[in-house]
């Protein structure tokens, strides 16, 4: 993969430097902060050769690519500089945003360049409890102290990572925002601690308070300081702003962290972990039922990252139950993966992709190609997650299991989960679940026509059946599921693999033909629902009766025209019959603007398991007999 190729190409997509206002990475996905989403060319994304899908959640605009993230990163970011001083896309566009929705975007912005330090040094804490367990290394050892504190150090010093991480979100000085948390853990300061309570500012009194692997008190204290700062360079002069700013806003905001932020986030983190666990003591199995059983849908949303603070918080006091019940989640998505791997036996693109993915979930705990790749395209499967989720988690939830290191939900971090044996037996149920209910009911729709012919009636005319049908003996009755779809349109069929669009010539979408078309209208090819319909109104998905989906393409990147010279007649979600007229488009400025009309009908990848013959007509009608897919 060329990386620096791929980041040039999304950094264009998504509507140009000028549009964006900044840019971090998670373990699989880029997060931009864009001036105005509407510019991103989110189909042509979703397409592209090495991204997995596009998410827009918590104020981001999301693009998940996997494990080479941090190389496209890197590449995107060489001579560039995103994230200095220009406004948010809320107020670049003038677009509200929620509260709940801002928060969700601060924190997931403030943690998620901190994910690879703090999974890294979790994993580092949970071998050197396997290396002590099996008397490999003893705890007293300098061995184990030196790398013990290159696994505890993110950790212990939080105050002043997140300082900087929240200060660069916040459009202040990240790294005055970082003296403000290191001033926290400075030598001097937690000295004062042997004070006990004759500790005072001015005369006021100063509640000491042991501030590592906090997190509440260092986001309100950055929270005002990005306040503060603002107001600063407002009121001094430009030439003294240099020194003069962080210099008042050290004065200012390290003493107010001291002796009223501080102790207030340290208490509202105690209640906010006091009230989850009490939660969880009423009931862990309930508790255990909707985290294990809905994580996987709220980190599609974002949601999980309120959780975070609370998770550090509780990690920082013995243990967090709450990711301990999140884990069954993983490894139920991984039991689907492996599940359709053991299920797709004839198709080996989706094969492959299903094993790769099981091991890369269950070796580094990374799914997010499982449930963009695989769970949210065959939806028949998320029902399967959810149970399967909910049984571990339920399990972790009733016996009170604990993570007591930040890590990454794998099979190498097991022994930072307490009691191991109850988490293991957990984790197992989720993962066995998941895979034998995948391989008994299967990850996409069966409920095709079914019909018994003999070859009579196998070996129609070629107007109604493709000549390439296999040939059934004439002795011999067999079962055969067939499912027709008809043209949508009226012009010249041609093969897929003819197409100047490598994502519907290589068959990456799914099997099927392209129509250049003679007339601007496309019809329903089958009966069926309309499940999308693209905003441009270029493009329009429909899922038959049986369950089959099918994508009409009007056009090669004719997205870019926006929307011009198509005019939809129906909407999604709307039941539609075969034949009946779906969109209308000009034909003759649609290529007077230099695009290309022709238009791919292909079958998605939700049906693979299908064999796709194709008409042997070079002219075909709309309402013409296109494809026919026989099991």
């Not at 880029?30 to 918590?58: M, P, Q, W």
């Not at 993110?154 to 790294?175: D, R």
């Not at 999604?572 to 034909?587: A, K, M, P, S």
């Amino acid at each position: 993969m060329d990386h620096k190729k791929m980041g040039d190409d999304i950094v264009r997509l998504v509507g140009g430097e000028a549009n964006i206002n900044g840019l971090v990475h998670c373990a699989t996905r880029l997060r931009f902060d864009l001036k105005d989403s509407k510019k991103a060319e989110r189909e042509t994304l979703e397409k592209h050769d090495g991204i997995i899908t596009v998410v827009e959640s918590g104020g981001q605009f999301q693009v998940v690519i996997g494990s080479n993230v941090a190389h496209v990163y890197a590449e995107i970011m060489k001579n560039r500089d995103f994230g200095g001083d220009s406004s948010s896309s809320a107020e670049s566009t003038g677009e509200k945003t929620s509260l709940l929705s801002k928060v969700f975007e601060i924190i997931s912005g403030s943690f998620s360049p901190l994910i690879p330090a703090m999974a890294g040094s979790g994993m580092l804490k949970a071998l050197l409890t396997v290396l002590t367990m099996l008397g490999w290394m003893s705890d007293t050892s300098d061995t184990y102290l030196i790398l013990s504190a290159a696994g505890n150090a993110v950790f212990y010093f939080l105050p002043i990572f997140l300082g900087i991480t929240l200060g660069m979100k916040l459009k202040a000085n990240p790294y005055v925002a970082g003296v403000i948390g290191a001033a926290l853990m400075e030598p001097s300061f937690t000295g004062l601690m042997d004070k006990g309570s004759d500790v005072s500012f001015l005369g006021i009194p100063v509640v000491m308070m042991n501030y590592s692997a906090s997190v509440f008190p260092i986001f309100i204290s950055i929270s005002i300081y990005a306040v503060l700062d603002k107001l600063l360079k407002k009121i001094i002069l430009k030439d003294l702003q240099l020194f003069l700013v962080p210099m008042i806003a050290l004065m200012i905001m390290v003493p107010l962290s001291a002796m009223a932020f501080g102790p207030f986030g340290t208490t509202v983190g105690d209640w906010i972990s006091s009230g989850v666990t009490w939660l969880i003591g009423v009931s862990g199995i309930l508790s255990g039922v909707v985290l294990g059983g809905f994580m996987t849908f709220m980190v599609v949303f974002g949601l999980h990252w309120g959780f975070t603070p609370i998770t550090i918080q509780n990690i920082g006091v013995g243990g967090d139950p709450i990711e301990a019940m999140a884990a069954a989640a993983v490894f139920a998505q991984i039991g689907v993966a492996f599940g359709i791997f053991l299920k797709a036996k004839k198709n080996k693109t989706l094969r492959t992709l299903a094993g790769s993915t099981s091991l890369t979930g269950l070796l580094a705990g990374v799914t997010e190609p499982i449930v963009y790749g695989l769970i949210l395209r065959y939806k028949r499967v998320i029902p399967i997650v959810v149970i399967a989720g909910a049984i571990g988690g339920a399990i972790n939830g009733h016996f009170g299991v604990k993570m007591t290191a930040y890590v990454f939900h794998n099979i190498f971090a097991i022994p930072v989960y307490t009691p191991t044996v109850v988490y293991v037996i957990a984790i197992a149920c989720s993962f066995a679940v998941a895979a034998v209910l995948t391989v008994m009911f299967g990850y996409e729709s069966k409920t095709k026509d079914t019909v018994t012919e003999t070859n009579e009636s196998v070996s129609t005319s070629a107007e109604s059946t493709p000549a390439e049908l296999p040939v059934v003996p004439e002795t011999k009755t067999t079962e055969i599921k067939k499912e027709q779809i008809y043209s949508p349109l009226t012009g010249k069929a041609v093969a897929l693999s003819t197409i100047n669009d490598p994502a519907f010539s290589t068959g990456a979408m799914g099997k099927g033909l392209a129509i250049v078309p003679e007339i601007g209208e496309v019809v329903a090819p089958v009966d069926g629902v309309v499940t999308s319909l693209f905003p441009t109104g270029h493009a329009i998905g429909l899922t038959t009766n049986a369950g089959t989906e099918i994508l009409i393409h009007v056009g090669i990147n004719t997205v870019a025209l926006k929307g011009k010279h198509f005019s939809p007649v129906v909407q999604e979600g709307d039941i539609v019959r075969q034949g009946d007229l779906l969109i209308q488009f000009d034909i003759d400025k649609i290529k007077e603007a230099g695009y290309e009309t022709v238009t791919p009908v292909i079958v998605t990848l939700t049906q693979q398991e299908v064999d796709v013959f194709e008409t042997t007509q070079e002219q075909v009608q709309k309402n013409d007999v296109l494809l026919t897919l026989v099991v």
